[in-house]
């Protein structure tokens, strides 16, 4: 009942290649650009997940501003929130009981030296010793800062991998000493390579203790940017904990209950959720561009078979004088209609396909392409051919077969 129909819909396309090609141009670029879209998205969204919100295991930050999306956000916090405090930090440090560990970290851009050479834009940062088992950094030789260099603010650096190979690139760079911004340390150990973001290099820093780094920048934090590490038990513990750190943080800061915070809590979700409802966004204009392309390619299919009707119109005569029935002429057409959106729609996946390669190989965002995408694309191609050619189709079945049999062309 199917076998027929769509062999001869293959046949006409086989023998029709130019005509084929424009019929099928809308079905196959809507197509294509679908699933083009989802998987640069979805390539995108675990490029998001693995390299930037990744704070660390089941790690969250307290700190001066949330994300903020709008200007008049962004003016009323610089009014009402506060900086964070070394005296936050031991509060939350001494006071919370469900995490698992609580860290305190800071950052600032700076100048390494080593003899002549000189490194710039360099992410100078203050950690106390237990970031180590909280954040991305691991350690390749030589170790991390302990707590032992925090209590004696010892000028000691945990490097990463750029710095030591610019600046050691023929030596061990352990128990040498390097200066930043103008004061020496000497370095103790080196992280393994970490990569890129978006082109920008994760393996310029320069990892002090956190003590060290406010002597040299600003006693207790004033003035300085300072992020609360928290790290929860585990995933199930991650909303209780964040709950545990925002209610002494408020009480911390004298808020009513119905004052908003005054400081922010970032997490990974976080991150994500702003990062996908800004793809959601692109992605509710594409689904907008794809339906025109489809609605397009419908049309010319539509007309394609329209003029097949008449092209065949002796032949459904024919059919129906040997005792075809409406339904059959039905079916032949609407199952020719469907082929051919189908094989549309094939070609669309296969130039999807090409091109999801083309920007996992020459770009950092791993995109790929998701089964269900192509699933739905396939579906969504041959319902168009349905919808489309279910009037060429009603059209054919309802010719009177003598006066189609007179038809001449």
């Known amino acids: 009942m199917f076998r027929d129909p769509a062999f001869e819909a293959l046949s006409a396309l086989r023998a029709h290649k130019l005509r084929s090609a424009l019929t099928l141009l809308g079905v196959t670029l809507s197509v294509s650009v679908l699933i083009l879209v989802v998987s640069i998205i979805t390539g995108a969204n675990l490029y998001i997940e693995h390299r930037v919100a990744n704070l660390g295991s089941n790690v969250f930050l307290v700190i001066r501003f949330p994300i903020i999306t709008n200007q008049q956000d962004l003016l009323k916090a610089m009014r009402r ?17 469900l995490p698992r560990a609580v860290g305190l970290e800071t950052r600032t851009d700076g100048k390494v030296r080593l003899g002549t050479q000189a490194l710039d834009d360099i992410n100078i940062r203050g950690v106390t010793a237990n970031i180590a088992d909280m954040d991305v950094e691991e350690v390749e030789t030589g ?70 780094f ?32 925002r209610t002494m943080m408020r009480g911390r800061h004298h808020l009513d209950p119905l004052s908003d915070d005054n400081f922010g809590i970032l997490a990974s979700d976080t991150i994500m959720g702003l990062w996908k409802n800004l793809t959601g966004a692109i992605a509710a204009t594409m689904v907008g561009v794809v339906s025109v392309f489809l609605v397009i390619g419908g049309v010319v299919i539509m007309n394609v078979m329209l003029a097949s009707v008449t092209e065949r119109t002796r032949e459904i005569g024919v059919r129906k004088s040997l005792g075809a029935r409406r339904r059959d002429i039905l079916m032949q ?9 189908a094989v549309g729609g094939a070609i669309g996946i296969a130039i999807a396909y090409l091109l999801s390669t083309l920007v996992r190989v020459l770009t950092p965002v791993p ?26 189709a009603h059209r054919a079945s309802k010719l009177d077969p003598i006066e189609a049999l007179r038809f001449e062309t």
Do not use: C
């Open 367 to 392: 995109s790929q392409v998701p089964i269900g995408a192509v699933i739905l694309s396939l579906a969504i191609s041959t319902i168009v051919g349905l919808f489309f050619g279910l009037y060429p």
């Open 214 to 245: 406010l002597k040299r920048y600003g006693e207790h934090g004033q003035g300085l940017d300072l992020a609360i590490n928290i790290q929860a038990r585990g995933p199930q513990w991650m909303q209780e904990t964040e709950d545990e750190a």
């Open 333 to 341: 057409f609407l199952v020719e209609s469907a082929v051919m959106a």
């Open 143 to 212: 170790r991390y800062i302990t707590d032992a260099d925090n209590e004696g603010r010892g000028e000691v650096a945990f490097i990463g991998q750029q710095i030591a190979g610019k600046l050691f690139p023929t030596v061990d760079p352990i128990g040498k000493t390097i200066y930043v911004d103008g004061r020496g340390f000497l370095v103790v150990g080196v992280a393994k390579p970490i990569g890129t973001v978006f082109g920008q290099s994760q393996d310029n820093f320069v990892y002090i203790p956190i003590r060290t």
């Open 81 to 97: 929130n506060r900086y964070i405090t070394w005296e936050d930090f031991e509060a939350l440090r001494d006071g919370m009981r």
